[in-house]
């Protein structure tokens, strides 16, 4: 009875379960960034790329990850295997790539190269969407005063 009952639950959670949203191009995560102001999560990943599919399978499908991308970022995810377009100076040799951009498509910083686990990916969301939220409201005082 009990496993009946532990995998009807895992059936349901399954169900329910939230999907990542991701843009369905280079150009349309930048589009939706700037509407939305949110920060971009750009990864380049390949299918046939070991880590590539773990980052996939088990980070990016975790519920609380995929609730902070969701509700946090503009996520898009280019494959070097099928030869999305992305802008040359993002391209690393080796994958994946994890960039963290503005919502303008600039880097915030340099990518975190490798899979990482849903732990410390949820640290690293954090610190990046509070210093876009801070480089925002910076962005918004400079303009005022320079309209002074």
Sequence with gaps: MKNILLSLLFVFSSLFASE????????DAITNAENSEKPI?????????????MLENYTLSDVDVINRLNA??????A??????AFPDELWRPGTPA?????NRGR?????????????????????????FEKQKKMDKYNYTRSKL
């Design 79 to 84: 494959y070097t295997d099928d030869n999305d």
């Design 107 to 131: 880097a915030m910083s340099e990518p975190i190269m490798g899979a990482i686990d849903a732990k410390n990916l949820l640290n690293v969301l954090d610190i990046v969407h509070k210093r």
């Design 72 to 77: 946090n970022f503009i996520t898009y995810i």
């Design 98 to 102: 994890i960039w963290f951009l503005d």
């Design 41 to 53: 999560m750009f990864i380049v990943s390949r299918h046939t790329c070991k880590y590539c599919v």
């Design 20 to 27: 990542l949203q991701k843009a369905s191009s280079f150009k």
